[in-house]
């Protein structure tokens, strides 16, 4: 039982409970995990390289989260943004390559929509074309990919989305991420 649950609000919070009192950028630990990644400034300094985008595992479900961040990054960014599926042909009215080698340019972000098991054959493609950056997705963690992409001297950022991480960046995230259309006079946290 901690402290909160048996009436006494003023407590400090439990060992279990100060994850969630962590200070924003803080790097919660999570067993199993050794791995640690870019910075908010590097991740920042990525985006801000970043001249085009490749997008691995793209999808023409509206339901899947590929595809609402292919929206995003084709309407809100000015990324030259390259879809990847062996399985469609176009998404959202722009051509589909089959890997990554297919692509007509050599993309700065890998960002990464595909299974566990999949990611290292991955990161090895993203390496054979010439990427800066493999970028694996929200809920997509493997150190094995990762220690293949930084060992060809690539950047990898784990466990992000890359949507929201842009939208962080340039004030336009609202807490279920999508843009407030809401303008503010207050600065960006990274412009200064």
Not at 14 to 25: N, Q, Y
Not at 141 to 163: F, H, P, Q, T, Y
Request: proline share 5%; net charge negative; hydrophobic share 45%.
């Amino acid at each position: 039982m901690n402290a909160t649950t048996s009436g006494d609000a003023c407590a400090l919070p439990t060992v279990t409970d100060a994850a969630a009192c962590a200070l924003p950028g803080a790097t919660a630990t999570i067993p199993g995990r050794t791995w640690i990644g870019p910075s908010q400034q590097e991740r920042f300094g990525l985006l801000r390289r970043a001249k085009s985008i490749a997008i691995v595992g793209a999808s023409n479900n509206p339901a899947r989260a590929s595809y609402f961040v292919a929206t995003y990054l084709l309407s809100s960014t000015a990324y030259d943004v390259y879809l990847v599926n062996p399985r469609e042909t176009r998404i959202l009215g722009q051509p589909v390559y089959a890997t990554l080698s297919d692509l007509p340019v050599v993309p700065d972000i890998v960002d990464v929509f595909r299974r566990h098991d999949d990611l290292p054959g991955i990161a090895q493609e993203a390496i054979e074309v010439g990427a800066q950056t493999l970028w694996l997705q929200l809920g997509s963690w493997n150190e094995d990919a990762a220690a293949i992409a930084e060992g060809a001297g690539l950047s990898v950022v784990m466990d992000r989305c890359i949507k929201i991480e842009h939208a962080r960046f340039h004030g336009g995230l609202h807490l279920a991420g999508f843009d407030t259309g809401v303008i503010s006079s207050r600065r960006q946290l990274l412009a200064r």
